[in-house]
């Protein structure tokens, strides 16, 4: 044992070296003097940033500490990283847990920023400080002001009134992703739908870019990229006008099928269509329509969609088929939808699986108008095919076309009777971004009773969010009660006017806050172009597949109309997404309210930061869901404190200087191989870490090879991404400096081939012995080598093998 060893005590070798990096500026990139000239060396590594509406739990361990092994890598081969840090601190979750703790949101917010910067150091993470931002920091939120009136200028951001999901309790609107089961996600109040005047993005004008561009995104996870295609939602088919009478007007409906108009036997709105209420005005079960309608428009999207249970209401009146004249009966159904098409669909129950169960539940009629070309149709069923030799019958005119030729001609035919025409419809809606409530970036407009809807001038920003007492909703924007904020002069004409008191969704803020941290101190505009350019896009981008549609979307969004106004010079912002999975404990996803919380510091201050990063990505495949042992982290703190005596032994022993030409050096060159190889090119972190502890096993195998030393040094270099504090501290103990900047070692190539192999050989199946065998020898050696074992001859008796089968460098098997 060597001397001078002391015990391994990770708290306080933590403090010390955090302190180091600290002192040193070890992990601050700053910007090239020169962008456009600067080496293109560079890696740009961001995770999502965090809500500061608590501490850290051990999704942001796992994800942080992802982003920490790739940014450790990256430096030390060679690259400059920029990794930055900051908060996205406006929006629901943080109100939410101002309201919840008690105290304002800006003093509670602060709070948990401070906390959760406390945890970010202690866990070592090598973060850029220079470049921290917080999205509801006057600096921040007046450039995302500046950029919602860029987008106002080219028309992207627009006003208009819109049914909404209200939640009743939080006092907003919500997203439809931010419904469930009819109930808010946050607070399990059932949503109601209003009409307000709301604020919008126009994203729908990105749709066919937002698809056709997917092709840059080959270093994204298919799921996503399916995702996303599913929610933009482009198809091709026809919009068809069904006449009503009561009305005297044509109801527009999209169809991708409209090979199968002439067997819509019934028409059906979505809850949310406008003619609803009309119906329910004149219909003698009106108040039931409007039960109905206010029940079924609470629901998601998604849960209305795939509900199986059909349900909805007859209005008692009719609509005509186009094609035919037939009289068909108006339904109000949740299944159909007001974010897809029109609102309002044509039922084919004869060739549509939802439209069938309607069909039988509530009595219906069903014609079949499609049938195989080779046979005809199975009754009791709905017959959904898209074959483009499925022929067309009780179809008029058109009988015997085929799907694909009657889709064209029918839509033709109703063009030119002015009923139809070709369109291609996108399932994808316009971003709604006003939120009533009073934590969240304020729209920079003002309304004025002469000019109408007025930008701020951008002399006048930030347009400052006001500090107030009562900020909990109560119907309206908390904003609207602040008279003297509200109460402004018009830019325009300069009489009065009134400022604009919805604020924005948070999701706005994350939207560019990645371009923000190129040029977090510019104070002439939200990011240099030079400078931007230069970063971006982002090489590696993790985070979690929740948010996949929302974010990731957005984000794409924004940097699209950007590149189109000129401030950026690419199309994607993120290049390489890596989506890490879920940790459970006790088969469940970690909550408070579940009681299966884990906090870092907890294990921190019993095992130190080092062995929970170690345990955190050794537990499994890092893009998988895991369950958490509560053994784990003090297995990787005894392998940490194994380590600390393995290195303490070898500065007993005189370093040789040999680095090649033993089985330990073999050892250590495979395992330089292996660990950068997963982390570069396969992007896996469990099987590093088992690299290295066999590296480390080894070592303790064989303590007098003489490349000992160079073990021991590369074990430690190469634990150094996971478990930094330790591996500086035992770098420094070998008399090395600075293992931060060290560059990552290099296998020596000549020393991964083997001298020598394990020959297997087997008699009859059964391994009968293990040969130690020169690298390469031709079969016949291999063969004669096998027979002279003695093992091998008592199972062969003196006989002569019927079959012998080889394997080169690996195996001989006798069959007698």
Known sequence: ????????????????????????????????????????????????????????????????????????????????????MGYDAFGLPAENAAIRDGGHPREVTNRNISAIRRQIKRMGWSIDWTREVGTHEPEYYRWTQWLFLKLYDMGLAYRKQAPVKWCPKDQTVLANEQVVEGRCERCGTEVETRNLEQWMFKITDYADRLLDDMALLESWP??????????????????????????????????????????????????????????????????????????????????????????????????????????????????????????????????????????????????????????????????????????????????????????????????????????INFRLRDWLLSRQRYWGCPIPIVHCASCGVVPVPESELPVLLPEIEDYVPKGKSPLAAAEDWVATTCPSCGGPASRETDTMDTFVDSSWYFLRYTDPTNDQAPFGRDVVDYWLPVNQYIGGIEHAILHLMYARFFTKALYDAGLVGFKEPFARLFNQGMIYRYGAKMSKS??????????????????????????????????????????????????????????????TGVTTGTPLARKAHETILRVGDDIERRFVFNTPVAAVMELVNEISRTPDDPASRFAVETAVSLIHPYAPHIAEELWERLGRERLWAEPWPVADESQLVKDTVELVVQVNGKVRDKITVATGLPEADLIATARASEKVQAHLGGAEPKKTFVVPDKLVSFVV
């Open 1 to 84: 044992m060597h001397r001078d060893m002391d015990a391994y005590e990770p708290q306080a070798i933590e403090r010390k070296w955090q302190e180091v990096w600290d002192q040193a500026d070890a992990y601050v990139t700053p910007n090239p003097d020169d962008p456009a000239h600067a080496e293109a060396r560079k890696a740009y590594v961001l995770e999502m940033l965090p809500y500061p509406s608590g501490e850290l739990h051990m999704g942001h361990v796992l994800n942080y500490t992802l982003g920490d092994v790739v940014s450790h890598h990256r430096r030390r081969t060679g690259w400059s990283v920029l990794r930055p």
């Open 222 to 423: 298919e799921r996503v990229l399916t995702m996303q295609r599913n929610w933009i939602g482009r198809s091709e088919g026809g919009e068809i006008l069904f006449r009503i009478e009561e009305f005297d007007e044509d109801v527009p409906v999209f169809t991708t099928r409209p090979d199968t108009l002439f067997g819509a036997t019934f028409f059906v709105l979505a809850p949310e269509h406008p003619l609803v209420e009309r119906f329910a005005e004149l219909a003698d079960n009106g108040e039931e329509i409007r039960a109905y309608a206010r029940h079924a428009a609470a629901k998601k999207s998604e849960e209305r969609a795939a509900n199986e249970d059909k349900t909805g209401v007859f209005t008692g009146f009719y609509a005509t088929n186009p094609v035919n004249g037939a009289k068909i009966p108006i339904w109000v159904a949740d299944y159909v939808l007001m974010d897809y098409g029109t609102g309002a669909i044509m039922a084919v129950p004869a060739h549509d699986d939802r439209d069938y169960a309607f069909a039988e539940k509530f009595g219906l009629d069903i014609t079949h108008v499609i049938r195989p070309a080779d046979g005809e149709v199975a009754d009791g069923v709905a017959y959904v095919s898209s074959s483009p030799t499925d022929v067309l019958v009780n179809s008029g005119a058109f009988d015997g076309l085929s799907s694909p030729d009657a889709k064209s001609k029918i839509v033709e035919d109703l063009e030119g009777r002015g009923l139809g025409k070709q369109t």
């Open 594 to 655: 579940k009681g299966n919380v884990v906090s870092p510091d907890e294990l921190i201050e019993r095992f130190g930061a080092d062995a929970l990063r170690l345990y955190i990505l050794f537990m499994g495949p890092a893009d998988q869901d895991k369950e958490w042992q509560d053994t784990g982290v003090e297995g990787t703190h005894r392998f940490l404190q194994r380590l600390w005596r393995v290195v303490h032994e070898d500065l007993d022993r005189e370093p």
